[in-house]
């Protein structure tokens, strides 16, 4: 991996629930084009960190810079038009819009996004179902849309929470290659996951994140000799 | 001339289509009023009691912008007419919901319905008061506008043009609110809001502006209905009291939020409340809540409501 510049860097995040803290201080960096994971047991603060850095989550100090920006403070509107996608883990289909309307519903932010056509050479299952009610789709089906709306606004960081939770090892598999693809394309992507053997076939480098705060850091490369270390920190 | 039977007894046609036609025109209004109120609560979470005072003043601008030169003697003011009135007027009470709800109404979005309950009901309340201290209870006049001057002889009955024209124009705006809502971009947001304001916002929508848009856009539509409402009843600062609880029904049988719901069963329930009025006069006033009361029981959802 060259040293390329970062593109998203979290210093000392912290984040509440009202008075419960969520997050202790998260510090993170990606880099341009890079993928890479947010591994962590159940409540660690993964999905936290990703509602913080959008601002979804509102009660949070700390340091977010985006694209050489502050974004702790602005908005979620705001932030999402700087260029953030995010996919959350409950997915966030709209029963009363089409997939058609779900696609198309995050506005442009940016130039170069992805086009209709080419989301659907990437997703066939979402072609020819423009019509369908979007929770009448599939789970596996539904996780694709979610990805699929991000891709078209130009946004060139996503950030994807559980891909893959509760779908079948095939499905686990497709959206393993739209990964690669997507990281192909140039894409900058921090990819919340439980399941560091998925995570392992996509990412270059992971964060372990435990009671709010990263505990540990490594490459791709160090993950098979340092799987021991790993089970203990994630509790498998 | 024919008679016609209902339940046993026989009636005349003409009493019936009559009272049918009545019911078909108060329906329009329901219509329309219980559209404005079924948008807002779907978007906003606000039971917008604030209706029928936003309607009455949509009477009362048309009918101050007709009188301009009186209220401003000396000013040199023109006297503005109906057709400039029926889009100038939806937009002044527009943009006075804008403030309601800049000011008033978003703080208490995160707060229980009562709030929102009370808050709009005690708006209502001033500002009907105010006009009441201004005008008293008296109505003021509001002409027919002279295009519609004149009546059609259906045969069985007189249908004067205003009344005809209120209907057409009443579905226009209906079904057009219908496909906004439901067929343009615009309305994928406000549907997506409803369900995940959060992540609507995290997709960059600035929702806070888009439901003070929706509040302004129900609210128009209230002051819309006024203006038409002008020429056939009296502008008085009661005009929107008698309605409110009438239009709520409407909406709790169609189905609380549901557009078209609230559309389907504005007419319906005009004419039911017309029928009613040929077979038990008394009963006209409260079939409307009767009916509320039975579509509780059978259907807790609303005719077209979602569960
Ligand atoms: N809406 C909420 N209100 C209060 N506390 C919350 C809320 N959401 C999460 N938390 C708490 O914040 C902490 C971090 O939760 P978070 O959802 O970020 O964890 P996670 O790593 O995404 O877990 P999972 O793997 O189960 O998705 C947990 O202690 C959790 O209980
Ligand atoms: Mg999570």
């Known amino acids: 991996m060259t040293e390329a510049e970062p593109h998203l860097t979290v210093r000392g995040l912290q984040a509440w629930y009202g008075e419960s803290q969520a997050l202790r201080g998260m510090d993170f960096v990606v880099r341009r084009g ?5 591994l962590g047991r159940n409540g660690a603060g993964k999905t936290s960190t990703l509602r913080s850095i959008v601002g979804i989550l509102r009660q949070r100090t700390g340091s977010v ?26 997915r966030g289909i709209f029963a009363s819009l089409t997939v058609e309307e779900n696609l198309l519903l995050p506005p442009v ?4 996004g992805m086009t209709v056509a080419e989301i659907h050479d990437l997703f066939p299952n979402l072609r020819s179902r423009g019509r369908t009610p979007g929770t009448k789709l599939s789970g596996g089906e539904q996780q694709m849309l979610a990805i699929a709306r991000i891709l078209r606004t130009g946004a060139r960081l996503l950030l994807l929470d559980e891909p893959t939770e509760g779908l079948a090892p095939v499905i686990v598999k497709a959206i393993g290659e739209v990964l690669r693809v997507l990281k192909q394309r140039g894409f900058t992507i921090v990819l919340v996951e439980q399941n560091f053997r998925f995570a392992a076939t996509v990412a270059d480098r992971h964060y372990v994140v435990d009671g709010g705060r990263v505990v540990a850091e490594m490459t791709n490369h160090e993950i098979a000799a340092r799987q021991d270390e790993l089970k203990t920190m994630l509790g498998v | 001339m024919f008679t016609i039977e209902i339940l046993g007894k026989t009636y005349n046609s003409a009493a019936v289509f009559g009272q049918l036609l009545i019911g078909l025109i108060n ?43 009186e209220l401003f003697p000396g000013s040199g003011l023109p ?11 939806p937009v002044i009470v527009g943009v006075v919901g804008m403030a309601t709800e800049r000011i008033f109404i978003r703080r208490v979005y995160d707060l229980d ?16 008061g105010l006009l009441h201290v201004r005008f008293g209870s008296a109505g003021l006049p509001y002409g027919t506008p002279k295009e519609f001057q004149g009546t059609f002889n259906l045969g069985f009955m007189f249908l004067p043009y205003y009344r005809a024209w209120v209907i057409v124009a009443s579905i226009i705006i209906c079904f057009g609110t219908w496909l906004l809502i439901e067929r343009t971009r615009l309305g994928a947001y406000l549907r997506a809001a409803t369900e995940n304001p959060e992540l609507v916002q995290a997709f960059g929508i600035d929702v806070p502006r ?17 203006v038409m409402a002008a020429p056939i009843y009296q502008v008085s600062p009661q005009m929107g009291q008698n309605l409110i609880i009438i239009v709520f029904a409407v909406v709790v049988i169609g189905g609380m939020g549901s557009i078209l719901g609230s559309i389907v069963s504005g007419f319906l329930l005009g004419l039911i409340e017309g029928l009613t009025k040929v077979v038990y ?27």
């Open chain 2, 210 to 226: 888009m439901l003070m848009l929706t509040y302004a856009l129900g609210v128009a539509l209230a002051g819309l209905a006024g």
């Open chain 2, 27 to 69: 329906g329009s209004f329901y219509a329309m009023l219980s559209l404005g109120v079924a948008v807002i609560f779907g978007m906003l979470r606000i039971a917008n009691f604030a209706h029928g005072a936003q309607y009455m003043l949509g009477a009362f601008v048309a009918w101050a912008l007709l009188n301009l030169p």
């Open chain 1, 109 to 112: 932010v940016a130039p170069g």
């Open chain 1, 34 to 38: 890079e993928v890479v994971t947010l």
């Open chain 2, 281 to 307: 006069p008394p009963g006209s006033t409260t079939v409307i809540f009767v009916f509320m009361a039975l579509i509780l029981l059978a259907r807790p959802q609303g005719l077209m409501g979602r569960t």
């Open chain 2, 79 to 89: 006297s503005i007419g109906y057709w400039p009135s029926l889009i100038l007027a």
């Open chain 1, 65 to 90: 810079v985006f694209e050489g920006r502050e974004t702790v403070g602005l908005k979620s509107n705001a932030i999402a038009r700087l260029g953030i996608g995010y996919c959350p883990e409950e």
């Open chain 2, 113 to 128: 319905h009562a709030y929102g309950f009370l808050l709009t009901i005690g708006l209502a309340m001033m500002v009907e």
